[in-house]
């Protein structure tokens, strides 16, 4: 009984912990592109900015 018990919520632990590594991924590819686009403009008015 206690062993059918423990393995249940060991199997969705994993699949909870899988879905959180996967969202953690995509959000870090939001992010670093997120950063890489803002730096690309922040560079681009400065070029601007200079006569």
Do not use: D, H, W
């Amino acid at each position: 009984m206690l062993y059918g018990f423990t393995i249940i919520p060991f199997r969705e632990f994993i699949i909870v912990y899988f879905l959180a590594y996967e969202i953690l991924i995509l959000l870090g590819t939001v992010i670093g592109a997120t950063i890489r686009y803002l730096v690309q403009k922040l560079k681009n008015k400065k070029l601007s900015q200079n006569p």
